[in-house]
Nanobody, 126 residues
Framework: QVQLVESGGGLVQAGDSLRLSCAASGRTSSTYAMGWFRQAPGKEREFVAAITWSGGSTYYADSMKGRFTISRDNAKNTMYLQMNSLKPEDTAVYYC???????????????????WGQGTQVTVSS
């Protein structure tokens, strides 16, 4: 079992930056591929970014490319999402997720992830 806890959300203004963290605990979490998803009010949850267990490969949703950066520090069992040039449309609850199998493959389909955090709210004001 893996437990995931997100932190770093908050209220910021458009153009600001935030760094989200996802602390993982539990067995062999460092071998899992991980990802970030988000859910805006009234919308379905959507893929943001994913990273392999080693951090060697990353994958982004098109709308996040160039603004968001996913990374991880396996020594700290923590994954990060650096978000720059935030826009009001980035307002959402951000979730981290971990995938138990195929840690060297990045995927965007949420059904392929096994573990989820409870989310952290990001609000971007205009």
């Amino acid at each position: 079992q893996v437990q995931l806890v997100e932190s770093g959300g908050g209220l910021v203004q458009a153009g600001d930056s935030l760094r989200l963290s996802c602390a993982a605990s539990g067995r062999t979490s460092s071998t899992y591929a991980m990802g970030w998803f988000r859910q805006a009010p009234g919308k379905e949850r959507e893929f943001v970014a994913a990273i392999t267990w080693s951090g060697g490969s990353t994958y982004y949703a098109d709308s996040m490319k160039g603004r968001f950066t996913i990374s991880r520090d396996n020594a700290k069992n923590t994954m990060y999402l650096q978000m720059n040039s935030l826009k009001p449309e980035d307002t959402a609850v951000y979730y981290c997720a971990a995938r138990r199998r195929y840690g060297s493959v990045v995927v965007s389909d949420e059904v392929l992830y096994d573990y989820w955090g409870q989310g952290t709210q990001v609000t971007v004001s205009s």
